[in-house]
Structures are given as C-alpha cells and as structure tokens.
C-alpha cells in the first residue's frame, strides 16, 4: 500500500462548481498534513496546511478524519484558475518530542480542469 | 527573495555521463530534499537531508549520491546517467518546526 494515496482523476467541472478531493494515509503517527498546488510544468506550491479541526481558506476547506486517516480539500464556486494538479502531502516522520524531520511524502496528484 | 534556487532548469545528457544538480536556499531552513516527478508517479523522495552534515536515503536513491555540503547547499549527483532517470527534479527545503516545504523551479533532465 502506498504511504499516500489520491485519485488522480481527472476532473472536470464546469465554472461555479463543488467539487471534493480525497486522500488517505497509511502512518497512524503522522502529524502534519498539508495540501499542495502544481501548475502545469511547475513547481509543487503550499495551498494550505490541514489542521485536526479542519481549516478554512476562502473558497478551500480542508479536513482531517484521523480515525480513517484521510484528508479531504473541498473547492467552492470553482474559477478557471483552479485548474491544476492538487498533490497531497504527509509528514509521516513525527519525532517523539515534537521536533520533525519533515520528510514530506506526496500523493501522486488529483488533476482538476474547470471549464467555461 | 531567491527561496530555492536549483541549476540547471534543463540538461541532456548521454547515458553514462555524469552530472550535478545543484541547489541553494536563503530561508536558513534545516531540512532539504531532492525529489523526482514521473507521469502518474507523482513526487518520490530521492534523497532528504534533515540538517547540516546528515543525509538519508528516500524511496528512489539508487543511481544517485548527495552532498549537503553546508546549510544552503544540498547537490545531487548521477554518477552514469540512465534513461530511467529522464525525469523532472525538485529540490526542495523546510525547517523543521514549520514543515511546509518551499521548491525550486525543477531541473528537466533527459537522458539518451
């Protein structure tokens, strides 16, 4: 089993709509999760971390079910500009005592095309 | 702000030739990486440094050597490049209480 797992879709939706992307994570121990946006021949660039009581950022929400190890990020009215490639990303490395080593794993990516 | 700063943005090499992509970041951060980005692969971790003077392997090291050789710089070298090292790298650097990651552009490296 991969340590992160996405679907890689791709999606497609139209302007204005909902849209979901999931993601679960084999390490129970991990602490730290992140979600992350690459655009097309890019770099990998923070969208937004995910905190245990879910987080808000304008349009983006994300949440985090420890229980059932997943994250999830939800995009509202959705804009042209969203469309990119959405990677999840795990800290799997949580030393005890607080201090991380950060060795950040990545999900292979959701790819989101919103169209007129 | 420079952040990540990674050389070459593109190469191509014969297979068994040799060469080393560098990195620097300004942000004073711990911890560095250097990545690999594969259609339906996604990102693989090559090679992560946690501090000045550590390495540690990732998930796909073999073929490639590192050096951390102070706290910006973090080098990866391939030894006798294959074409199954065509690929995409990202450097990448963190600290190590914050750990979201900051990424250079990416090297596109084709090896023929």
């Known amino acids: 089993r991969k340590e992160v797992e996405q679907d890689p879709g791709p999606f497609n939706v139209p302007e204005g709509a909902t849209v979901a992307f999931n993601c679960t994570y084999s390490n129970s121990a991990s602490q730290s999760f992140f979600w992350y946006r690459q655009d097309c021949r890019k770099e990998p660039k923070l969208l937004m971390s995910v905190y245990s009581s879910g987080n808000e950022d304008g349009r983006f929400t994300a949440q985090l079910n420890r229980a059932s190890q997943y994250i999830s990020l939800l995009i509202r009215d959705s804009k042209l500009s969203d469309s990119a490639t959405y990677l999840c990303v795990v800290n799997p490395d949580e030393r005890a005592g607080g201090t991380s080593y950060g060795k950040l794993t990545f999900g292979q990516g959701t790819i989101l095309t919103v169209h007129p | 702000n420079a952040g990540v700063t990674q050389t070459p943005k593109f190469q191509v090499l014969k297979t068994g030739q040799s060469m080393t992509l560098q990195c620097a970041q300004d942000?004073?951060?711990?911890?560095m990486y250097w990545y690999r980005q594969d259609p339906g692969m996604g990102l693989r971790l090559i090679y992560y440094?946690?501090?000045?003077?550590?390495?540690d392997k990732g998930e796909v090291p073999n073929g490639y050597n590192v050096s951390r050789l102070n706290k910006r710089e973090f080098s990866l070298r391939l030894e006798s490049a294959a074409p199954s090292q065509t690929s995409v790298y990202f450097c990448?650097?963190?600290?190590?209480?914050?750990?979201?990651?900051?990424f250079g552009q990416g090297t596109r490296l084709t090896v023929v």
């Open positions: 440094s946690a501090s000045e003077g550590t390495t």
């Open positions: 990448a650097s963190s600290s190590n209480r914050n750990t979201e990651a900051f």
């Open positions: 942000m004073n951060h711990n911890s």
